[in-house]
């Protein structure tokens, strides 16, 4: 079964600091692809960043960046110089191509920007 | 206007209703989705579609139906709604044509109780 483990549920960090926010994943698949999605009290579902598996480059975002390391089945966010509007709940997430390509999701981990 | 639109926003209602949530969407997607987010546990896949005629179970979709009546809508009926169905749906689309990293677009959710 694949699954997606966020083991911080709740983070805070100073306005304009950094934070990393971790994932672990479990698949026995090679060719996959990851995400990480915001919701902001507001609710929404917003899509912050993606990588590639099959990709050696860490994906970058403007502030948002990734450390992907598959062999660990790691996918960790990096969030530079925070903002008030960072505040939200963030699920890392990964899809197999091919079949239903649904979203196997974290069960997130809360972050405040504190001023 | 928003690409994936769902109604309605929030919905009370009692034990035993018949309860339909719409989606609609604007972005010529083929693919829809249905997912539920209970507190604490990420979203989990319903129901997904891949066109008019396509329509599959995903994890948890005992208690739950889904009519695909064109390509740009796909409404979740519950039945006969109970408690345990309380939660927050959200309705997410992609696109078929594209390379499977193409992420899945969501809507804004309806918060569904059930007294």
């Known amino acids: 079964a694949q699954t997606v483990t966020q083991s911080q549920p709740e983070m805070s960090v100073q306005e304009a600091e950094t934070v990393t926010l971790s994932c672990t994943y479990d698949t026995s698949e090679n060719n996959y692809y990851l995400f990480w999605y915001k919701q902001p009290p507001s609710r929404q579902m917003i899509l912050v960043i993606r990588q590639e598996a099959y990709k050696q480059q860490n994906a970058t975002e403007n502030r948002f960046s990734v450390n992907f390391q598959k062999a660990a089945k790691s996918f960790s966010l990096k969030i530079s110089d925070s903002q008030l509007g960072d505040t939200a709940m963030y699920f890392c997430a990964f899809m197999i191509p091919g079949g239903s390509e649904k979203l196997v999701f974290g069960k997130g981990t809360k972050l405040t920007v504190n001023p | 206007d928003a690409d994936v639109t769902q109604t309605p926003r929030n919905r009370i209602t009692k034990t035993g209703k018949r309860i339909m949530l719409e989606c609609s969407q604007t972005k010529g997607h083929d693919r829809m989705y249905w997912y539920r987010q209970d507190p604490g546990l990420g979203l989990q896949l319903i129901y997904y579609s891949f066109d008019v005629k396509d329509i599959n179970k995903g994890e948890i979709s005992d208690g739950y139906s889904v009519s695909r009546q064109a390509q740009a809508k796909f409404s979740l009926s519950l039945e006969s709604a109970i408690p345990n169905q309380t939660a927050l749906y959200f309705c997410?689309?992609?696109?078929?044509?594209?390379?499977?990293?193409?992420?899945?677009?969501f809507g804004d959710g309806t918060r569904l109780s059930i007294l």
């Open positions: 997410a689309t992609s696109d078929l044509r594209g390379a499977s990293n193409q992420p899945q677009h």
